[in-house]
């Protein structure tokens, strides 16, 4: 069974950092695509950024420059860091893993950027 479990959400004044961190279980890691999305109340779930199974990275334009993504497939985990973080940053952040047809997602975390 395949589990994502985000963790790492929390409050944050604008300007701040935070760190997500997703960790998998039942999968061959190091074989899987892993990007994080958010998705806001009444607005589509949008890609934030990704990491490929080879390392290579994207982001969307709103958060280049700020967000950072990596993974270390030793622990099976993939991380989004977070800073210079703004209000519109506010959202759900989901975690999710493809592999040609195979995606499975996390239940997501909740980040709320406000003062």
């Known amino acids: 069974q395949v589990q994502l479990v985000e963790s790492g959400g929390g409050l944050v004044q604008p300007g701040g950092s935070l760190r997500l961190s997703c960790v998998a279980s039942?999968?061959?890691?190091?074989?899987?695509?892993m990007n994080w999305y958010r998705q806001t109340p009444g607005k589509e779930r949008e890609l934030v950024a990704g990491i490929g199974n080879r390392g290579t990275t994207t982001y969307l334009d709103s958060v280049k420059g700020r967000f950072t993504i990596s993974r270390d497939d030793a622990n099976n985990t993939v991380y989004l860091h977070m800073a210079n973080l703004k209000t519109e940053d506010t959202a759900v952040y989901y975690c999710k893993a493809a592999l040609l047809t195979e995606t499975y997602w996390g239940r997501g975390t909740q980040v709320t950027v406000s003062s």
């Open positions: 039942g999968l061959t890691f190091s074989n899987f695509g």
